[in-house]
Nanobody, 127 residues
Framework: QVQLVESGGGLVQSGGSLRLACTAD????????IAWFRQAPGQEREGVSC????????NYADSVKGRFTISRDNTKNMVFLQMNSLKSEDTAVYYC????????????????????WGQGTQVTVSS
């Protein structure tokens, strides 16, 4: 099964920034809404943000609004998550995933609507 690939995680101090990237080697993601999720130890997976196929619609979890920005570059088959003003509670493994249906708008952060999950990238924010 094809998977997305995440990169850009790391260790950063509270208040710092990181930029995550999501891509796929074996298929184009340009026709799909893409979402970022995260999962901290002992917690359920949480939807963070999503973006429609043309980038015109974005959606954010309340916990990251005003701090995170999702974007995409369809010429490079990539989606990005710019994370600013990071907090210790942002520490988690971050995953990207593709919406199950091509062309569906980014209206939900339910993980049941997404597939082709990557292996994840660890983000650790030290206080």
């Amino acid at each position: 099964q094809v998977q997305l690939v995440e990169s850009g995680g790391g260790l950063v101090q509270s208040g710092g920034s990181l930029r995550l990237a999501c891509t796929a080697d074996d298929f184009t993601i340009n026709y799909y809404a893409i979402a970022w999720f995260r999962q901290a130890p002992g917690q359920e997976r949480e939807g963070v943000s999503c973006i429609s196929r043309n980038g015109g619609i974005t959606n954010y979890a309340d916990s990251v609004k005003g701090r995170f920005t999702i974007s995409r570059d369809n010429t490079k088959n990539m989606v990005f998550l710019q994370m600013n003003s990071l907090k210790s509670e942002d520490t988690a493994v971050y995953y990207c995933a593709r919406n199950r249906i091509a062309g569906r708008l980014c209206t939900s952060l339910s993980d049941r609507e997404y597939e082709n999950w990557g292996q994840g990238t660890q983000v650790t924010v030290s206080s």
